[in-house]
């Protein structure tokens, strides 16, 4: 990843309460259980988001706007599907 010589973005987040706390360990651990997240010693992080669904429950969300910001993009077009089968 090219994030163009600027230092690794570690940002905080924001004070969770008690029980917005306890809702994102308890989906950490459903997700590492099912092996879509692991425990890394990066030095990047991002802010961590409790999104409210409109059946009351909770969505977690990483935000990696500072990150995106830093990354250089790649520049040339994805391949079309039909061109790799091909």
Given at each position: ?86
């Amino acid at each position: 990843m090219d994030t163009q010589g600027f230092p690794p973005c570690k940002i905080s987040f924001g004070q969770l309460s008690y029980w917005e706390e306890a809702e994102v360990k308890r989906q950490i651990d459903i997700l590492v259980d099912l092996g879509k997240m692991k425990f890394n010693n990066s030095e990047y992080a991002c802010c961590i988001t409790l999104l409210i669904k409109k059946d009351g429950s909770r969505h977690f969300c990483g935000d990696y706007q500072p990150l995106n910001m830093q990354t250089c993009r790649d520049l040339f077009p994805m391949p079309l599907v039909d061109d790799l089968i091909t």
